[in-house]
């Protein structure tokens, strides 16, 4: 009875994070080409940054399996709506993008890159970011104006 518990609540957890991944539309799931066409080509320009946006970028590499990567997804939920317009968040599942992982030498999980607006550089943040942590790097080095409360 407690092996069918602990697999029934398993199976719910799962799905419902794939839902919520699935059905949010603010982040954008990404591949190894979608990061060559829209953010950066890192093959033509490996020695540059010759950045391709147009709003400020957050990359989260994660994976479903990471419990630290789950526990961000809510707060980058909550950040894309609140900077919609100023701010494009990005997701890279490593199990399925796994050249991408290694092309940013990923190995352990949550891995977060920013990229302000101007292009200007490329910050890595490993490990979970507390939500108050991530509004500070969005307001003061990727868009450079705090949200107004409303």
Known sequence: MKRIFVFSFLLLMAC???CSLEKDKKM???TYQDYIDKIWD???HPDSLVFKGNTAVIIDFYS???RPCMMLLPI???MAEEYEGDLTIYKVNVDKEPALAKAFRVKGLPVVYYIPA???RIKRQDGL???ESLRTIIEQELIDKPKQEE
Request: aromatic letters at 4%; glycine letters at 4%.
């Open 118 to 120: 101007s292009g200007s």
């Open 76 to 78: 980058m939920e909550k």
């Open 28 to 30: 954008q799931h990404i």
């Open 64 to 66: 479903k399996s990471c």
């Open 129 to 131: 970011p507390s939500e």
């Open 42 to 44: 890192f093959e033509k």
């Open 16 to 18: 419902a994070t794939s």
